[in-house]
């Protein structure tokens, strides 16, 4: 058993989102992949959606797809949303053998040494990161050590302990951006089959991202 984290401010969920999601559960052989709306980010301006309708989007986007899961639990904890206390709560959750696989993109590896207690996630979870064919890493920082320090190029390393490996898969990913798909929707476009049918009725009945951009 091994349990994927994949978390975003998901302003809203789409089909990259998604395909992301689900291609690395298949890749990873995950028994699930935790998708985590995030409450209140702490390393981006604050989402103009409410982080209950982001989650409610998410639990629509998931429903019916075995294996891939709403967790709404950084939405239900106050204050900022740490990614270390999200692995704590879950390795506390799945107890002290299960690997856990933190899934990020590739900006988010570059910028995760001004994350909060960066260097305590690998305590806790691998980190996963989907990576662009072609893609590069800053040559200087503190980032190229601790790579080489914890990269792994075999994937099944990461179901043979609970945490403390690096991972980074090439994968193809779907140029969909939530920024984009909000400018539309504020401009009165359809953004139908970028999302899900049921991410779209929820955004209309509930007259989201009309007016922002």
């Not at 709404?72 to 692995?87: N, Q």
């Given at each position: ?10 302003d ?11 291609e690395?559960?298949q ?6 992949m ?9 390393h ?5 959606t409410?982080?209950a ?12 797809e ?10 239900a904890r ?14 506390a ?7 856990l ?13 001004t ?45 043979n302990r ?9 994968m193809?990913l779907?140029?969909v ?20 049918d049921?991410?779209?009725?929820y955004?209309?009945?509930?007259h ?5 951009l």
């Amino acid at each position: 058993m091994a349990t994927g984290i994949f978390g975003g401010t998901f302003d809203p969920v789409h089909i990259g989102h998604l395909r992301t999601a689900l291609e690395l559960k298949q890749h990873l052989h995950l028994a699930s992949m935790r998708l985590i709306p995030s409450g209140d980010p702490p390393h981006r301006d604050t989402p103009r959606t409410a982080a209950a309708d982001r989650l409610a989007m998410v639990e629509l986007a998931v429903a019916g797809e075995p294996g891939l899961v709403a967790d709404g639990r950084e939405v239900a904890r106050p204050g900022p949303s740490y990614t270390i206390d999200t692995l704590r709560e879950l390795r506390a959750e799945v107890g002290h053998t299960e690997p856990l696989c933190l899934c990020l993109g590739m900006d988010s590896l570059v910028n995760i040494t001004t994350w909060v207690r960066w260097r305590e996630f690998l305590d806790y979870a691998h980190i996963v990161v989907a990576a662009r064919p072609g893609w590069t890493l800053p040559a200087g920082g503190q980032l190229p050590a601790w790579l080489a320090q914890h990269r792994t190029a075999e994937p099944e390393a990461l179901l043979n302990r609970a945490g403390g490996l690096v991972y980074l898969a090439e994968m193809t990913l779907l140029p969909v951006a939530a920024t984009d798909l909000r400018a539309a929707l504020a401009r009165g476009e359809s953004i139908r089959y970028l999302t899900t049918d049921g991410v779209l009725t929820y955004i209309g009945a509930h007259h989201l991202y009309e007016q922002s951009l």
